[in-house]
């Protein structure tokens, strides 16, 4: 006898497909980042005091270096990234919203960051290893040079990894592999938006660090919108 079929199915996991966007998308997730920040100010201040701080008492531990930060950055991000859906879904977001990274998913976030703190480790030791142990300026600069493209491919892997472990339960590394598969694919709009961050970084630090407080929740609701945009199923 043939059983009954339950209704409704369940739903089946999101397996991270993602889709490519033109280059001149960077500038409507700056834009939507921006709408983000206006909703909320106060809300988004609170969230950048968070961020700020869980950066600052990293480096006061000095045995352990920004270990601290990698392990937590995810988790603060996951508040930030949840503030920007409860407002695009029309819901009020509160501080405690900022928090959800730390008990919502706190496994998987906290796997993220010690995969990224793994990961930039191996990258310092090889920059360390390919330059050796020569002084002056020339190797400082060569160091520096092969770190940035040893990192570049784990800040690719590392861009949406937060919101699709927080958001779909993704495991941290198919998290990484989908957030890596989507970078490459939409490499042109991510070159766009990485200039128009370094370029608004740059005036965050001429204004003695003031406009930094604007700039990580505009950068937060940006990242969201890219999200939403190269992940459609989200």
Known sequence: MQQPIDFPFAPQPFGGASRRVEAGA???WLRQGV????????????????????????????LFGPVPIFL????????LLLVCRELAQDRNPGFSTLLAGFHAQPGGLLLLGLGLVVLFSCSF?????LVGHTQGLTSALLSGLITLLLSLPILLAAAFAPALIFFHGMPPIEAMQASFQASLK??????VFAWLVLMLALIAFISAGIALLILIPVMSGALYAAYRDIFPET
């Open 72 to 79: 937590l950055l995810p988790s603060a991000l996951a508040g």
């Open 26 to 28: 960077a500038f409507d």
């Open 125 to 129: 030791w090889g920059s360390h290893v």
């Open 186 to 191: 939409n490499w042109p709009a991510l070159l």
């Open 35 to 62: 709408l983000f920040f206006m909703a909320r100010p106060l809300l988004w201040l609170a969230g950048t005091a968070l961020t700020l701080l869980i950066v600052v008492a990293g480096w006061m531990l000095p």
